[in-house]
T-cell receptor, first 113, second 111 residues
Framework: DAGVTQSPTHLIKTRGQQVTLRCSPI?????VSWYQQVLGQGPQFIFQ???????GRGNFPDRFSARQFPNYSSELNVNALLLGDSALYLC????????????FGSGTRLTVV | EDQVTQSPEALRLQEGESSSLNCSYT??????LFWYRQDPGKGPEFLFT???AGEEKEKERLKATLTKKESFLHITAPKPEDSATYLC????????????FGSGTRLLVRP
């Protein structure tokens, strides 16, 4: 079975640009969460979606948005990129929202120059 | 405020030298405590979930334990391939839909 797949694996953007990151969960998993991991830190929660509805949002500005599609895949969008948005963006999928294990993808490394 | 603190930040061991990693947490109504392993440039890889104080789980050279305030990840006779960052996360409180991570412990095992 395929694990959580994320694309692209790496990308470089210029300040002020917009970026879209994509995630396909494990088959049968209905929940997708997004995390940001800055070098040397643990992942920070951005969003959780379950059955195409937003179930939670972390302490991130409105420049960050996400959505989940009928096939449970998800996109994370970041507008007006700042240098501080440079990080590893991780997607995690799970069957439900609480008391279920979370499986992470390999992440998208975003560099803003 | 819910939070997780891991210590030490970094740990160097000789192959075969056993040790423990600590994860202290503050959360109201713990739903689960998770241990992950992360290799450089990769996503976290799931190791264990613990749900209640006194619970223990083992996998190969790793053993995780849980009390009401902290969790330990014991590494017995480590090998160089155990070198990685070990992350601890909790789920619970008012925001039980998310994982709250510590900053991790970077483990280096020398041959």
């Amino acid at each position: 079975d395929a694990g959580v797949t994320q694309s692209p694996t790496h990308l470089i953007k210029t300040r002020g640009q917009q970026v879209t990151l994509r995630c396909s969960p494990i088959s049968g998993h209905k929940s997708v969460s997004w995390y940001q991991q800055v070098l040397g830190q643990g992942p920070q929660f951005i969003f959780q979606y379950y059955e195409k509805e937003e179930r939670g949002r972390g302490n991130f500005p409105d420049r960050f948005s996400a959505r989940q599609f009928p096939n449970y895949s998800s996109e994370l969008n970041v507008n007006a990129l700042l240098l501080g948005d440079s990080a590893l963006y991780l997607c995690a999928s799970s069957f439900g929202t609480v008391n279920y294990g979370y499986t992470f993808g390999s992440g998208t490394r975003l560099t803003v120059v | 405020e819910d939070q997780v603190t891991q210590s030490p930040e970094a740990l160097r061991l000789q192959e075969g030298e056993s040790s423990s990693l600590n994860c202290s947490y503050t959360v109201s109504g713990l739903r689960g405590l998770f241990w992950y392993r992360q290799d450089p440039g990769k996503g976290p890889e799931f190791l264990f979930t613990l749900y209640s104080a006194g619970e223990e789980k083992e996998k190969e050279r790793l053993k995780a334990t849980l009390t009401k305030k902290e969790s330990f990840l014991h590494i017995t006779a480590p090998k160089p391939e155990d070198s990685a960052t070990y992350l601890c996360a909790v789920q619970g409180g008012d925001s039980s839909y998310k994982l709250i991570f510590g900053s991790g412990t970077r483990l280096l095992v020398r041959p």
